[in-house]
């Protein structure tokens, strides 16, 4: 719309319509992004649980979202509408709508790298549940503004939201909650570079997930718990761990996402233990399902740890073509010192791509770049 015909728009209706109906359009216009865009995560994030949402109000008629594609389509286009629509409700008092929307939003912003933003909505909907009664809304927020903040490095900040989400569901005695709660907690850690915190919480999430019973989250919990023992340097029980969380979602979900995930591992373990072939297939099976997903922040990482086992197997023009396509997202995605880091493995490449020297001894794969992002 042209911005003056808006401001027309906005004019007449603060001039002839009744305060009471404009507040009731608005909040039928925030039903019709928050149930819109519920139906449009539960395509892009199929593992988590479905949010219990109140019933749109009359004359609000959703998009019910064919697929994939259509999702994360209709998210780019009303990202921006997204992120105003969450801020009226919040101005609104509607607590419980602004973390839902909060929640429907987590995927597409992981997906496309959009991690200030998604910190944005997380400390608005941590601030609308804290003013709310409901403890699982209070749980869930703290636990993603925590994921957020570690994501962009403010590790103290993200420590203390974490702590709250844990202490939160062990209160209410939310299984899952906790389950969580410790998978974020390993995914922080590993930001912060501790290998073996994060095995911990990482076990204590599976062990939870296992009491409880769903195949899918125990999928995910034994590749994170195969992620950290491979980085701790254990890759045959690693391999074990990984293979077995491949098999699961293979056979119960199917979920693309989780199985790039665990194919990138796999790939990580094969690349250490000296199967640099084998490493290479494993990446590209991460990548090809990653691109579909349309999934650039873990692609970013995918693609680095692909350079680096081209590399390793002397293919040196495919590692410079790997690395430069992961430098560009990482610079969209304001990962800048990741960026440096891939800008160093470029540059040691020389100018020349018929250089016969073994490069792979030359260039250390930095192990800063994370296999996965939380959810739940």
């Known amino acids: ?38 139906n449009g995560d539960r395509l892009l994030n199929p593992p988590a649980r479905p949010l219990e949402l109140a019933p749109p109000r009359p004359g609000c008629d959703p998009l019910s979202l064919s697929d994939e594609a259509a999702a994360l389509t209709w998210f780019a286009a009303e990202h921006h509408c997204l992120l105003a629509a969450q801020h009226s409700a919040a101005a609104l008092g509607m607590h419980q709508v602004t973390w839902q929307l909060a929640k429907t939003m987590t995927a597409f912003h992981y997906r496309g790298g959009h991690l200030h933003s998604n910190l944005t909505a997380w400390r608005t909907a941590a601030a609308a549940a804290d003013e709310s009664p409901d403890l699982v809304a209070r ?21 203390d939201h974490f702590r709250t989400a844990l202490e939160l569901a062990r209160y209410t005695d ?112 991460a990548l090809a399902l990653l691109r579909g997903l349309r999934h650039t922040y873990a692609a970013a990482s995918t693609l680095d740890r692909l350079g680096h086992s081209y590399l390793a197997t002397r293919q040196h023009s495919q590692a410079r073509t790997a690395w430069q396509e992961a430098l560009k997202l990482y610079r969209q995605q304001q990962r800048f010192d990741i960026a440096e880091s891939i800008q160093r493995q470029l540059d040691s490449l020389g100018d020349s791509l018929s250089t016969t020297a073994t490069a792979s001894t030359e260039v250390v794969p930095d192990d800063r770049t994370p296999n996965f992002i939380p959810r739940g």
Not at 139 to 159: I, K, M, P, Y
């Open 174 to 285: 939310d299984r899952t909650g906790q389950a969580n709660a410790h998978r974020f907690l390993a995914s922080a850690y590993e930001q912060r570079g501790d290998d073996r915190q994060a095995l911990g919480h990482a076990t204590r999430a599976l062990e939870l997930f296992q009491a409880i019973g769903s195949p899918t989250w125990e999928a995910i919990a034994l590749n994170q718990v195969g992620w950290f023992t491979a980085r701790l340097g254990d890759y045959d029980t690693a391999r074990e761990y990984c293979t077995a969380a491949l098999a699961v979602h293979r056979r119960h979900s199917g979920h693309r996402e989780c199985q790039a995930k665990t194919l990138d591992s796999l790939g990580y373990i094969a690349y250490h233990t000296g199967h640099h072939f084998e490493a290479v297939v494993h990446h590209q099976q």
């Open 1 to 38: 719309m042209h911005d003056l015909i808006r401001r027309y728009a906005v004019d007449t209706a603060h001039r002839s319509l009744p305060e009471q109906q404009q507040d009731t359009a608005l909040r039928r216009l925030i039903d019709f992004y928050l149930h819109t865009a519920a």
């Open 139 to 159: 749980t869930v927020s703290h636990r993603f503004l925590g994921s957020a903040l570690s994501e962009l490095g403010h590790h103290d900040q993200a420590f």
